[in-house]
């Protein structure tokens, strides 16, 4: 699992989440536009791959111009080259049911 350091990880557009978050505290703010930047600037650092990385959830942050490079690597391990390690990253236990 590879991110760019632009990517934004999350369930939902940051707009989105604005109005079903504090949709009604907005529409009763007496200064909405402060309030929805201090909300959006908020959502914009959650949603940042660091975290994720930190938690071991992505295998790297890679700079975008290294893509090509990544996707090719991930390719061979894919096909049993057995030089690669696998990844030790959490997001999923897929498991094989007989």
Avoid: C, H
Avoid at 33 to 56: C, H, I, Q, T, V
Wanted: aromatic share 6%; proline share 5%; no cysteine.
């Amino acid at each position: 699992m590879l991110a760019w350091p632009n990517a934004e990880i999350s369930f939902m557009a940051p707009e989105v989440a604005l109005n079903v978050m504090i949709g009604k505290k907005l529409r009763e703010s007496d200064k909405p536009e402060e309030l929805r930047a201090a909300f959006l600037a908020e959502m914009s650092k959650m949603n940042a791959p660091w975290e994720a990385a930190g938690k071991n959830l992505l295998d790297k942050i890679i700079d975008p111009r290294d893509t090509r490079k990544e996707l090719l690597q991930a390719l061979k391990m894919a096909q049993g080259n057995k030089s690669y390690v696998r990844s030790k990253r959490l997001m999923a236990n897929w498991l094989k049911i007989a």
